[in-house]
């Protein structure tokens, strides 16, 4: 396996997007990272990318890539375990200190092996989370929707919705500057809803933008307070009908932390099916 590095963004998404284009479920979130790259500001720590070719496949020899940015993990495509090997090594023989990698389960605990034996230092496996798919149209909600109604997230909100996210993310590890950037975009673009009730935000959900046919949808997060009381199934059903109610509609997907049946089953209840996993390691 050869494994090719660069922090030129350009020149990683000629030689590479084709490929992590061909799947995009899988691939969404390098996918994503693609398509925000030219609107990242000039201080903003730089994306190192990585490209696995296998010199034996023949015409396609891409097998496998990958992302990071400090401090975040390194995030993985899909790829054969013997990629994900080589792609640990070598990356473990670099200059980077690595704190941790995502991506589909098996290729995950291959990096981090390999990661492991290059550096000496330990990998411990950390959180897993189920990957839920929607396919055409959502099911309809259902029941009656609470009072209230849904609006756009406004800008003087960021810093209530930015504790939203982080409450949200619990236990992955989410800084609170990376919490921010995220949902401060998420507004500027118009894809973080809110539900209002009385005049007072009770719900959000923030969404990607569509990206090679998939939408992914992240984070969710309703008042503990009023919690079973119908507002994240109301936002969660107005958002899906508006995003997914056309003739094409995109593929959807939704990443739940391993422990979080509730969320879980609330997007399953909308027709969201179980599609793999992703498997986080932490490098001690």
């Known amino acids: 396996m050869l494994v090719k590095t660069t922090r030129n963004t350009e020149e990683f998404v000629s030689e590479t997007g084709e490929w992590i284009a061909g799947n995009p479920v899988e691939n969404s979130i390098l996918l994503t990272m693609m398509a925000g790259a030219k609107f990242r500001p000039p201080t903003a720590p730089p994306i190192t990318w990585s490209r696995v ?5 023949g015409a396609a020899p891409v097998v496998g890539a990958a992302a990071f940015t400090a401090p975040h993990l390194v ?7 013997a990629a994900a090997a080589a792609l640990g090594a070598e990356l473990g023989a670099g200059p980077d200190l690595l704190p941790g990698v995502i991506g589909p389960d098996a290729a995950a605990a291959a990096f981090a092996a ?45 810093e209530l919705f930015t504790d939203w996210c982080l409450a949200a993310a619990h236990g992955a590890g989410l800084s609170r500057e990376t919490a921010a ?3 401060q975009g998420q507004i500027a673009g118009g894809l973080l809803r809110v539900w209002e009730d009385d005049g007072r935000a009770v719900a959000i959900l923030g969404r990607t933008a569509t990206v090679a046919g998939v939408v992914r949808y992240n984070p969710m997060y309703v008042r503990p307070e009023i919690r079973r009381g119908g507002y994240g199934r ?11 109610g056309g003739e094409r509609p995109p593929v959807g997907l939704a990443v739940t932390a391993g422990g979080n049946s509730a969320i ?15 498997a986080e390691f932490r490098f001690d």
Not at 53 to 57: A, I, L
Not at 75 to 81: D, E, H, I, K, Q
Not at 264 to 278: K, M, T
């Open 53 to 57: 070719e296998d010199p034996d496949s």
């Open 75 to 81: 995030v993985l495509s899909g790829m054969p375990a």
């Open 114 to 158: 390999a990661w492991s034996e290059a550096t000496g230092r330990p990998a411990r496996p950390d959180r897993r989370e189920q990957v839920l798919r929607l396919d055409g149209a959502p099911l309809p909600l259902g029941r009656p929707a609470p009072s209230g109604r849904t609006r756009a997230a406004a800008a003087d909100e960021s």
């Open 181 to 183: 950037r995220s949902v």
């Open 234 to 244: 109301a936002l969660l059903a107005e958002v899906l009908a508006e995003v997914h």
């Open 264 to 278: 879980r089953s609330l997007f399953e209840s909308f027709g969201f099916r179980p599609s793999g996993g992703l």
